[in-house]
């Protein structure tokens, strides 16, 4: 399973960009995915997760500015962000869950794409 993560740059504070994770391999429509983000100095953190059925959870951070959404058809997830703010500034990470069963798990990462956000 590979991950591309792609849509990140350089962005006014209050301005938007949407990130894209495209996966390849079969288990993308029974995987939750995530977006993570690591700021310099600091720990990664989940921003906004979708799970196979849709459902939707954001931290408090982002909630209300961020929106995350997937095409299942084209092994995607999206991350919108929207509003943006210098400490919206990291690397942003998409990630793919998934535990069977049986207990076994997938998770897999992508490469990150840089946000920046100047004030």
């Known amino acids: 399973v590979q991950l591309q993560a792609s849509g990140g740059g350089l962005v006014q504070a209050g301005g938007s960009l949407r990130l894209s994770c495209a996966a390849s391999?079969?288990?993308?429509?029974?995987?939750?995915m995530n977006w993570y983000r690591q700021a310099p100095g600091k720990q990664r953190d989940l921003i906004a997760r979708?799970?196979?059925?849709?459902?939707?959870g954001y931290a408090e951070s982002v909630k209300g500015r961020f929106s995350i959404s997937r095409d299942n058809g084209k092994n995607t997830v999206f991350l919108q962000m929207n509003r943006l703010k210098p400490e919206d500034t990291a690397v942003y990470y998409c990630?793919?869950?998934?535990?069977?069963?049986?207990?076994?798990?997938?998770?897999?990462w992508g490469q990150g794409t840089q946000v920046t956000v100047s004030s």
């Open positions: 979708i799970t196979r059925d849709g459902s939707t």
């Open positions: 990630n793919e869950f998934h535990r069977t069963v049986g207990g076994q798990v997938y998770d897999y």
């Open positions: 391999g079969s288990i993308f429509s029974i995987a939750d």
